[in-house]
Every structure is written in C-alpha cells, then in structure tokens.
C-alpha cells in the first residue's frame, strides 16, 4: 500500500462543534504531518510527528489537536472553530532519517466552518 | 526561518513548447528542494527532487537545476502537454534535525495553463 488515505473527504461544522480528521498510511513511515492549505496557496505546516512523538508545533490556535495513537494513524481534533479555519488540511507521511524523503500527501479533508 | 520566493505565478505556454519556474531560498542550511504538481481538486504529488550536492537532475522531460551559491533552484518542462496544467510548488528543506521529521517551505505556486 503505498498511498496515504484520509477521512472525511468533505466536513462541514458549525463553530461549537468537535469533531476530528483522520489519516492513515501503511507504509511503515515514521513521521506524519498536518498541513492546512488555503485557496490558490500552498500548504503550510501545522505539526510534525516522528515516532508517534510531536516533534514540531508549528504555533498553531489551541483548537486544533493533533493526536497520533499509533505508527499508522494521525488525528486532527478540531473544537471552537472560527470560519477562517476553512480550508482543505492535508496528511502526509515520510520515513525518518538521512537523507531527506519524499512526503507522501493524503487527498485532504476539506472543512467548511460555519 | 525558510522563506521560498516562487515566479512566475502564472505560465501560459503552448503545447510543445518549454516551461520554466524559478524560485529562490532563504536559508542556507536548506538541502533538500522538492517539487510538487497539484492538479485540481487532487493532492500534491512528487514529480522531481534535488539535493544540495547534486547541481542538476533530469527525469525525461522535467528536470531540475540548483545554485546553492545563488540559493536558486528552477524546474524546467520540456515538450510540454495539455496533462503538464497544474499548479506546481517548490520546497526547501533543512538539513534533518534527528529524528525530527522533515519541515518543508513550500514556495508560493505556479499556476501552469498548457494551451493545445
């Protein structure tokens, strides 16, 4: 399996609700990360996990949660959001070490916020 | 930290003809520069990469080159096709904290129109 899948593909929520992105990989990669990626711009890092372990924040709003229960699975739980948070948040996943890997992208849950 | 400078912003080329796309880095300890197509509605995807002892890289019609002096890195199409139409956006890398994951910068995008 050499693809990374996330789910739901589309999410609508209203701003006091919870809810979470899921993504998964099965290819053995250690390290995992979120990225949000607003209209005609590029992705931007929100977290880095390696060895389920965050090792990379990067000053993202307390509302986002990111969670990594194990090697395979990385969540994104959202609370309190604001309509600006509205975007298409992109997974991916890369091995660790040296040299430098290829990041593999999920297709991205894409979140309306109310 | 890493800023990536992207241009142009948009490219309009005819079919067959070659496409370029410049961008700049800020950060020396950068060393590892990848680019990614994104299509519509898709995900980004690997098309090619280069590492800072590495001058130049060509995979058939794509190909890379770096001025780690210049801190300069371009993407060149060649023969371009209707499929080649996608936003394209380079990223710079620093050199691996262990065990730290990969921080990528992406640059801004290019917006790439291949007209038949």
């Known amino acids: 399996d050499t693809e990374v899948t996330q789910t739901p593909k589309h999410l609508v929520m209203g701003m006091t609700n919870k809810k979470s992105l899921k993504c998964e990989q099965h290819?053995?990669?250690?390290?995992m990360y979120w990225y949000k990626q607003k209209a005609k711009k590029p992705p931007e890092l929100m977290f880095v996990?390696?060895?389920?372990?965050?090792?990379i924040n990067e000053s993202v709003p307390s509302r986002f949660s990111p969670e990594c229960p194990n090697s395979s699975l990385l969540n994104l739980h959202l609370h309190a959001l604001q309509p600006e948070d509205s975007a298409l948040y992109l997974c991916?996943?890369?091995?660790?070490?040296?040299?430098?890997?290829?990041?593999?992208f999920g297709p991205g849950t894409r979140l309306t916020v109310l | 930290g890493e800023n990536v400078e992207q241009h142009p912003s948009t490219l309009s080329v005819q079919e067959g003809d070659s496409a370029v796309i410049k961008c700049t880095y800020s950060?020396?300890?950068?060393?590892?520069f990848p680019w990614y197509k994104q299509e519509l509605g898709k995900r980004p995807q690997l098309i090619i990469d280069?590492?800072?002892?590495?001058g130049e890289k060509k995979d058939q019609r794509i190909a890379v080159t770096l001025n780690k002096t210049a801190k300069h890195f371009s993407l060149h199409i060649t023969e371009t096709q209707p499929e080649d139409s996608a936003v394209y956006f380079c990223?710079?890398?620093?050199?691996?904290?262990?065990?730290?994951?990969?921080?990528?910068?992406f640059g801004g995008g290019t917006r790439v129109l291949v007209k038949p």
């Open positions: 950060d020396s300890a950068s060393n590892y």
């Open positions: 991916a996943s890369s091995q660790v070490g040296l040299p430098i890997n290829e990041q593999f």
């Open positions: 996990y390696s060895y389920e372990k965050l090792s």
């Open positions: 990223a710079a890398s620093p050199r691996k904290i262990k065990a730290a994951g990969n921080k990528l910068t």
């Open positions: 290819m053995g990669h250690r390290a």
């Open positions: 280069i590492r800072s002892n590495v």
